[in-house]
């Protein structure tokens, strides 16, 4: 995965934990009000089954009087839910659910009492690529967290729009507000997981306005039975393993492949937590399966090969970094990888080939620390 990009904030509830300077200082200023009063609006949310276990969590945002925005993949099979603000102490129950948008990923939670300022909603079709936004959140479980963005492409698919961004939205900040420089909501972070990547993208805004004027006319309620698919476990599965929760993240795939065997990226992701556990044997078992499923899976091969690089099984590691190159020869962590695995071996020549390659890759996306990296490998070979 590429680095989260630029950090222009970086808010907690404590406070500003770091400002970098931009070019003019009303701009930073305007920046740093939009920070403030995102994160006032802007709350974690805990979801739990009837019997009290945890299903999920995310973010939220105030959109109305006791209303909280979300994401429909946040609270589907939830019979009961806690909202907080971040760096307060105070936790809402919430009521109950007023309004869904399955097919955009939307839901509408009514919380009693809470206090605070609701966001404004900006018109999401006047969104244009390479516009700055702001993403607020709780990333990993950290309470409150903005930081800015970039528009860098627009998707319409099935009827659904979506903006495509920059930079890496963690777990827990899915459900989250994306602000312009006006301070208005023109999106709602989305976590999507494809070919083993995080992908980011928000939801347009002009679809929450949709969904709020139902909300007002609907009492809250959880329902009695709801499904959840097996992309919804994916994104569960993800969230905790990004935390260090690796047997519920284990419970959550087993959960996604059972709805769905042939989802190639819930045995993927079950192999990383494997891989994590030191159940090698069982994560490469998962990684030929989600290969076998997806031929042309750059992800799977990669840390297959990385397993069997750990397991000195050099020559079999090269073969799973040329698949994973083919699959993607933009991949430079399988050119570092496969540069160490020659080096190994004693093939000095094709080390270097592949590092060079790593190291121009790095330049290109301005992956500072990988390009630390393969330079200190270069000095080896040199």
């Given at each position: 995965m590429r680095n989260s990009g630029k950090a222009l904030l970086r808010f907690t509830a404590l406070g500003l934990i770091s400002f970098l300077s931009i070019t003019a200082a009303t701009?930073?200023?305007?920046?740093?009000?939009v920070a403030e009063k995102a994160l006032a609006a802007t709350v974690y949310l805990e979801m739990a089954?009837?019997?009290?276990?945890t299903l999920g969590f995310g973010s939220g945002f105030l959109v109305g009087s006791s209303q909280i925005a979300t994401n429909?993949?946040?609270?589907?099979?939830?019979?009961?839910g806690t909202a907080k603000l971040?760096?307060?102490?105070?936790?809402?129950?919430?009521?109950g659910i007023t309004a869904t948008d399955e097919q955009n990923d939307l839901a509408i939670l009514k919380v009693t009492a809470f206090e605070g300022e609701p966001l404004p909603l900006g018109d999401s079709d006047a969104v244009e690529i390479g516009e700055t936004v702001y993403v607020a959140g709780n990333p990993k479980g950290l309470e409150g967290a903005v930081s800015d963005d970039t528009i860098n492409n627009l998707h319409e698919e099935g009827g659904k729009k979506r903006f495509q961004m920059t930079a890496l939205i963690l777990p827990g900040s899915s459900g989250g507000p994306v602000l312009n420089r006006n301070g208005e909501v023109i999106g709602i972070s989305l976590i999507t997981l494809e070919d083993g990547q995080n992908r980011?993208?928000?939801i347009p805004s002009n679809n929450l306005k949709a969904l709020l004027g139902q909300s007002g006319r609907s009492k809250p309620s959880w329902p009695r039975k709801q499904s959840i698919s097996a992309e919804?476990?994916?994104?569960?599965?993800?969230?905790?393993?990004?935390?260090d929760q690796y047997q519920e993240a284990i419970a959550d795939y087993d959960a996604a492949i059972n709805l769905k065997p042939d989802l190639a990226s819930a045995y993927y992701f079950r192999g990383t937590v494997k891989r994590s556990l030191g159940q090698y044997k069982e994560a490469i078992e998962d990684y030929d399966i989600a290969i076998d499923l997806k031929d042309n899976f750059a992800f799977a091969y990669y840390f297959r090969g990385t397993i069997r690089g750990d397991l000195g099984e050099h020559f079999i590691a090269i073969q799973d970094y040329n698949k994973a190159i083919d699959a993607n020869p933009d991949y430079a962590f399988a050119y570092l990888r496969r540069g160490i695995a020659n080096y190994l071996l004693d093939r000095n020549w094709a080390a270097k080939k592949d590092w060079n390659t790593a190291l121009e890759l790095a330049e290109q996306t301005g992956n500072k620390r990988l390009k630390a990296q393969?330079?200190?490998?270069?000095?080896r070979v040199d």
């Open positions: 701009s930073a200023q305007n920046a740093e009000q089954d009837r019997d009290g276990n429909f993949h946040v609270v589907v099979g939830a019979a009961k971040a760096g307060k102490p105070t936790t809402y129950a919430i009521e980011n993208f928000a919804t476990h994916l994104r569960r599965g993800y969230a905790k393993y990004r935390l393969t330079e200190k490998l270069l000095k």
